[in-house]
């Protein structure tokens, strides 16, 4: 090959190899040295030690290069050979074989190459293609033509091989040249071409480009022609490019600039006007939402004298400035409302200080808390407040704004990525927390529920991060400050940001955000308010929705901001809500304190109550509130009894006679003990320890005897009403009490062979035993489960005097027992209360369970509009027959557990159906995690626990699919603990079990749900095995897999299916009717 200085031959696209040469240079006269390199990573410079080869006596001219590559194509030939000063020079990347380089530069405006009579002329030239020998060009000012490769717009080959082998001609009156292309060409006028390339083998078509002439009139204006939302405060910066005129030799070009909001007065040049040297002027401070229009006139003075003028019009543009508004508060730096697309693409700022800010992403502005607000994804939306950075230094500040989301994410940021430097206000672990790099500080409130929340943070000047407020509704909501003492000193390196952390470009927010605002103070708690417009009363107490208040409460509120010193309260108070949320004015009373006894209340009634601030001729009013009081009695609640060596008592073995009683003779020698109690992993107060023995040889608690011998051979403790410290009394029947209730709780070593019971005594005597087991929803086996239990009791079944309660006891084992046998355990006892009539859904009966469906789940022991809606919901809804297809191992008996890259089997000789989705060879062991007691399987602990993706659990059937039937696979699926929001799939698969048919997903509930998946068996289906698979998110357990197939799909809740047919229609209306308004209270 030849070295050739300053120019290279293109590189083929066959080239497989390239080595690159590297020169050493040396001083004249001494040889230079070139070190020879394979190179495969183009983007790296080689070492020198890295050569394979050098050469040492060759002598470069200094001035040409330093690098030399040679790229080799598939002969071993070097087909090109480039020369450059460095690494980037010779690692260009390979060329096409179509024509590149245009010059005019595509897209351009350029001057003409010559004048042609009335307009002008353009020679077009180009670097032909690797390999091309023939080139053909078309030429017009319509795209179509050109893209089209009309013949009529042909440029043929380059008209001037010889002068011009690479060129063509445009608007040039020489007839070598196509009469179209003779034609002069204009100014300010798109122009298109294409030159096609080719050899004897193939063709090359070319990209089309284009170019526009520019015109000698000034071009390109800035704000440009037609803008809106220019800000005209402070200035406006006008600036253009100047026109096809420049030529200093000839003349001096000077510009008039012509601007007003009049057109006419612009464009006849009567407007306010200036002449500058430069093609740019600044006007201004210019009127709020106003057209403007202006232009610019060249001037061109020869300079030659008389020095005449040549002035050439400009073209009239317009554009209009952004609305701007007055400052509202010199503290309120920042107001960003976002309700709407006020200006395209920006967060307007309502202020006055014009800090608006850019949308970035896809937010999209939809409803919000108040007017507009704007919905951001969580994957790159935010708003950036161009050139605002936020309050900085140690300054006091405020930040507030209503969010909605499900999801942590930053709020508001700014500042610098440094300790003490950095504002951000965030959600994290579902509450609001404010961090600045060396530290930070948490709020106590969940706010990511996917409802609407007023927040906000306060900063005093010179403050340190204890100094934090951070509230929720308008109220001081902080939890805990980590590193309190850091002082802020808050940086400038980024804007302020909404939506995301700015210091990080992460944290990007998923939800909707409304009405956010910076001041460049601390707000007061009262302004807080304000700002969250919670003008009304807050903070009930009771609470709103309490249950279980006392029956003498003492209403508190806090009153509204602007509540008057006298009188400001008007408190409203009923258990009727529509005359409390009418207001009826004979409920009204008139209050100066924020506090109301409203006397003794009714037990198990929902009273409601609102109160209005007022502040002549003002009136806020409040929200409607409510609260239910208790709806029962207290019998025992345990927590009177003070230890055994505390003398004063008084002591839970006296009001409960047990086996030794007070250790004077007081006992009833069976074989109870008792003791209060505090175990702190069950109970976080005070509880009756049960212990029990009735084998004849007993804990003697008094003397501390092991194995004391005692007279009966069963136990039981006996409290006397009169003397229990509630005060209950002797009848048992006022308030419309009716049920006996009382928590226990078990212990797996518990005996079950005795049974557990309870006995009332009137004035004449005991009444009869009520034993454990009695309903349908109790099992003697519950008293050795290691949870809460609640043993409810009719009343009435104990076939006493009801107004004459004597004594209460409770007992394990028969009276009548004659002789010692294993019996013994413990229970924990709290919670003896009277009851009132209550929604107990597994007291009702069969027929009644069946039309109180509503709400789904959690039955309210009521037949009324809630059934209604449901059944209207599903209303002519089919419930085709379900034909059970068998699942083998459908309780999951085999514990598979499927956890991270791993499956787990409980029982080492598993040789179950069901199969884990694992590596051959992977890890396999036994074992089972345990769901914490919280999440109780339907049958025993037969579960299987969903792992992180992409495991699967999945099974093959030996049945087929059917065309047309409908399968439905069903699961009843939990998490143990509430707030993971862990997910749950189900697939219908192919024979393949990786093709994945139809697929369901959701989020598994803190109880469990039964979820379902539908397929409806397709013709490519038909005749291969049914596969089912399933996988779930780490903490999320599957239970009883039920697999049936019908005629047609499912199209209504079965529960709504009264009359038991296929179709919901009037016949499922008229067995709702026959109950409807109908209750299921115990007793």
């Known amino acids: 090959a030849t070295f050739v200085k300053g120019t290279y031959t293109p590189n083929p696209l066959t080239a497989t190899s390239l080595i690159v040469g590297k020169i050493n240079w040396k001083p004249n006269g001494t040889p230079d040295e070139l070190f020879l390199f394979n190179v495969t990573d183009l983007s790296t410079e080689p070492a020198e030690s890295e050569a394979f080869a050098s050469i040492t006596d060759l002598d470069f001219d200094q001035s040409a290069f330093d690098l030399i590559a040679m790229y080799d194509g598939t002969n071993s030939i070097t087909d090109e050979i480039r020369f450059g000063n460095t690494f980037a020079d010779v690692m260009g990347a390979p060329i096409t074989n179509t024509a590149s380089s245009p010059d005019p530069p595509d897209g351009s405006r350029t001057p003409p190459t010559g004048p042609e ?12 293609g690797y390999g091309a020998t023939t080139h053909t060009a078309y030429f017009s000012e319509d795209f179509n033509d050109v893209n089209d490769r009309n013949p009529a717009v042909s440029l043929r080959s380059p008209p001037y091989p010889d002068a011009f082998p690479t060129g063509y001609f445009a608007g040039y009156d020489d007839e070598t040249l196509p009469d179209f292309a003779r034609v002069p060409l204009e100014r300010n006028v798109i122009y298109y071409w294409v030159v096609d390339e080719a050899n004897d083998t193939n063709d090359y078509p070319g990209d089309v480009w284009n170019f526009t002439i520019a015109s000698e009139e000034a071009w390109d204006p800035t704000p440009a022609d037609g803008a809106r939302y220019v800000f005209g405060e402070p200035s406006v910066a006008l600036s253009w490019q100047m026109g096809d005129v420049n030529d200093p030799e000839m003349y001096m070009i000077t510009y008039d600039v012509y601007w007003g909001t009049d057109e006419a007065a612009v464009l006849a040049g009567t407007s306010d006007t200036m002449n500058v040297d430069d093609p740019t002027h600044t006007i201004g401070p210019l009127n ?16 030659v004298s008389p020095f005449p003028v040549t002035i050439i019009p400009g073209s009239v543009w317009h554009f209009e400035t952004i609305l701007t508004v007055p400052i ?24 006055g200080y014009a800090n608006h800010g850019t949308l970035n992403g896809d937010p999209q502005w939809v409803v919000g808390y108040d007017g507009g607000a704007l919905e951001f994804d969580g994957t790159g939306d935010y708003v950036n407040i161009d050139g605002y950075k936020g309050v900085l230094g140690a300054h006091a500040f405020s930040v507030t704004a209503w969010i909605k989301t499900t999801t942590n994410a930053s709020i508001v940021s700014w500042g610098t990525n440094a300790n003490g430097q950095r504002m951000g206000f965030r959600l994290d672990n579902e509450v609001l927390r404010f961090e600045f790099g060396g530290g930070n500080v948490i709020a106590n409130t969940q706010v990511t529920d996917g409802e609407w929340h007023h927040v906000a943070m306060t900063v005093p000047g010179n403050g340190t991060l204890g100094d934090v407020i951070l509230y929720v ?38 939800g909707m955000i409304d009405d956010v605002r910076v001041y460049n103070k601390s707000l007061s708690d009262k302004e807080i308010k304000i700002v969250a417009g919670l003008l009304n009363a807050s903070d009930p107490n009771p609470s709103n929705g309490t249950a279980d208040v006392a029956k003498t409460p003492t209403l508190t509120w806090t009153p509204g901001v602007f509540v008057a010193e006298t009188n400001g309260n008007e408190l409203y108070f009923s258990s009727d809500a529509s005359a409390v949320s009418g207001r009826e004015p004979g409920l009204k009373l008139t209050l100066t304190d924020p506090t109301y006894a409203p006397g003794t209340l009714d037990m198990g009634e929902t009273y409601y109550w609102a109160v209005d601030t007022v502040n002549d001729p003002c009136n806020w009013p409040g ?127 518990n005996s079950i062979n005795d049974p557990l019971w309870v006995q009332l005594s009137d004035g004449s005597g005991p009444g009869e035993k009520v034993e454990y087991g009695k309903y349908a929803d109790e099992s003697l086996a519950d008293i050795q489960d290691p949870g809460w239990h609640e043993w409810l009791i009719d009343l009435n079944d104990f076939d006493v005097d009801l107004t004459n309660v004597v004594s209460i006891s409770i007992g394990v084992g028969d009276e009548n027992a004659t002789g010692p046998h294993i019996s013994s355990g413990t229970l924990y006892i709290d919670d003896v209360r009277l009851y009132t009539p209550r929604c107990i859904p597994s007291r009702n009966s069969a027929e009644f369970a069946k039309v109180d469906y509503a709400p789904e789940g959690d039955p309210d022991c009521v037949v009324n509009y809630k059934e209604l809606e449901i059944m209207a919901e599903n209303w002519l809804g089919a419930v085709p027959i379900m034909v059970p297809i068998t699942v083998p191992d459908a309780g999951f008996d085999d514990h598979v557990l499927s956890w991270g890259d791993y499956v787990y089997i409980s029982d080492p000789a598993y040789t179950g159906a069901w199969k884990p989705d694992v590596v051959e060879g992977a890890y396999v062991d036994y074992g089972y995690w345990d769901a914490d007691g919280d999440l109780p399987a339907l049958s025993g602990n037969n579960m299987i626990y969903g792992g992180d993706v992409p495991d699967y659990i999945y099974q093959i059937l030996d049945e087929t699919f059917v065309e047309g039937e409908a399968y439905t696979l069903s699961v009843w699926v939990g998490q143990p603990w509430s707030g993971y929001g862990r997910g749950w799939w189900l697939y219908f698969t192919a024979e393949d079990y990786t093709d994945n048919l139809i697929e369901a997903s959701g989020s598994a509930a803190y109880s469990w749900e039964q979820v379902s998946l539908v397929y409806t ?67």
């Open 117 to 128: 009579g009335d307009g002008c002329w353009m020679l077009m030239t180009f670097t032909p």
């Open 288 to 303: 709020s939402d106003t057209d403007y229009y202006w232009k610019v006139d060249t001037r061109l003075m020869e300079n």
């Open 328 to 351: 509202v508060d010199e503290d309120l730096i920042g107001w960003w409302k976002l309700d709407g697309d006020i200006v395209p693409g920006i967060a307007f700022d309502s202020s």
């Open 473 to 510: 509704e308008g109220v001081d909501d902080m939890g805990v400050a980590n590193n309190p003492a850091n002082l802020f000193n808050l940086g400038s390196t980024v804007d302020v940001s909404i939506g995301r952390r700015a210091t990080h470009n992460d944290r990007y927010y998923n």
């Open 623 to 749: 929200d409607l509130w409510k609260f239910t009081t208790i709806n029962y009695l207290v019998i025992d609640d345990m927590n009177s009894y003070v230890p055994y060596d505390n003398s004063a008592g008084p002591h839970i073995f006296v009001a409960w006679r047990d086996g030794k009683g007070d250790c004077a003779g007081s006992g009833n020698e069976t074989g109870a003990n008792l003791l209060e109690s505090t175990p702190y992993l069950i109970a976080s107060s005070q509880l009756m320890e049960y212990d029990w023995d009735n084998d004849g040889l007993v804990f003697n608690p008094c003397t501390g005897t092991q194995d004391d011998p005692r007279p009966f051979y069963y136990s039981k403790i006996e409290a006397q009403v009169a003397g229990l410290p509630s005060g209950i009394g002797s009848n048992w029947t006022i308030e419309g009490v009716k049920a006996l209730s009382l928590l226990f709780y078990g212990d797996p070593a």
């Open 1017 to 1083: 068996a397709t013709a490519a289906a038909a005749g291969k095995k049914i596969g089912i698979k399933m996988k779930g998110d780490q903490y999320v357990t599957f239970e009883d897999v039920t697999l049936f197939h019908s005629s047609e799909p499912l199209t209504a809740d079965p529960l709504v299916n009264l009359h038991e047919d296929t179709k919901i229609d009037f016949k499922d209306f008229a067995v709702l009717g026959d109950s409807f308004l109908d209750e299921g209270m115990f007793p």
